[in-house]
Nanobody, 129 residues
Framework: VQLQAYGGGLVQAGGSLRLSCAASGRPFSRDLMGWFRQAPGKERDFVAA????????YYSNSVKGRFIISRDNAKNTVYLQMNSLKPEDTAVYYCASDRNAILTAGPHYSSNQDNYDYWGQGTLVTVSS
């Protein structure tokens, strides 16, 4: 599967952006999908994940209450709605898929980037103060 993330850009603090990640090559309706981010000079960190049905979502503490992950399996697309953005949200955002996750994978499994098989190329989000 190929993943294409887009929707990044420059936004002022307090603003919003919506990232999209389109999957191609095969249907991704059975995949756990996740968003991760890597700030300059830092390691890549977990942001959010969503189960294959969309019934379970998981968030890092730093984005909980501000970001919303969703998916449209008919469109093979996963979204990350980012609200109340802060300068510390500045990073390259990556989407990833895990084809082998069970439906009830849980937050610990879903936040571990080592479990993900395919990665998009990343999209840059810059939040100015």
């Amino acid at each position: 599967v190929q993943l294409q993330a887009y929707g990044g850009g420059l936004v002022q603090a307090g603003g919003s952006l919506r990232l999209s990640c389109a999957a191609s090559g095969r249907p991704f309706s059975r995949d756990l999908m996740g968003w991760f981010r890597q700030a300059p000079g830092k390691e890549r960190d977990f942001v959010a994940a969503i189960s294959r049905t969309g019934g379970s979502t998981y968030y890092s503490n730093s984005v909980k209450g501000r970001f919303i992950i969703s998916r449209d399996n008919a469109k093979n697309t996963v979204y990350l709605q980012m609200n109340s953005l802060k300068p510390e949200d500045t990073a390259v955002y990556y989407c990833a898929s895990d084809r082998n996750a069970i439906l009830t994978a849980g937050p610990h499994y879903s936040s571990n980037q080592d479990n993900y098989d395919y990665w998009g190329q990343g999209t840059l989000v810059t939040v100015s103060s």
